[in-house]
């Protein structure tokens, strides 16, 4: 069974920000001067931007924009790294905004041509710190999940099943002529 078009395109959204905002956010890290002020600029906006389309895709899942579980120990897996996935898609960015909330450097949390308002945290050296550290070290959990996502997708369709690349806009369904 496949997805309406509107999760598909939502999915691949999200993938696209999510692969652009940690290539810029390596970029930052390692720029210097204004391509790094300009880089962690850019960074800051694309999260924000992946929050609102999570939210999204959130509300769109309550409303009724998922497929029914599959069943046994690989539905429940499936079902809890897809939860795993939905709490640190929200927590990524959530943290990289209390980051630049809390950051001691007069520079304002981008959200493209505006600014965002800070989060009402303390301020400093060390509260950046530790912000910055909580979004590592989400972004690590993130990227480990995500990695066990695609390798489960992956399996699933080689093992002869759908997987989750036909209901996700990728490839035929089993059976299917082209």
Do not use: C
């Amino acid at each position: 069974m496949r997805f309406p078009l509107g999760v598909i395109v939502l999915h691949w959204l999200t993938a696209a920000l999510m692969a652009a905002t940690a290539g810029v956010g390596l970029w930052a890290a390692n720029a210097s001067g204004l391509d790094r002020l300009t880089a962690f600029q850019l960074h800051k906006s694309l999260g924000l931007t992946l929050l609102l389309i999570v939210a999204v895709r959130l509300i769109n899942r309550m409303a009724g924009g998922r497929r029914p579980p599959h069943a046994g120990w690989r539905g429940r897996l499936a079902g809890a790294a897809q939860t795993g996935l939905y709490v640190l898609m929200v927590a990524a960015p959530i943290t990289g905004w209390a980051a630049a909330s809390a950051s001691p450097l007069p520079f304002p949390v981008a959200f493209w041509k505006w600014e965002a308002p800070r989060l009402p945290l303390d301020v400093g050296q060390a509260a950046y710190d530790r912000a910055a550290d909580l979004h590592l070290g989400v972004l690590i959990a993130l990227a480990i999940l995500l990695s066990l996502h695609l390798a489960g997708a992956l399996a699933a369709r080689l093992s002869g099943g759908p997987g989750a690349l036909f209901p996700m806009g990728l490839g035929r369904a089993p059976g299917r002529k082209p």
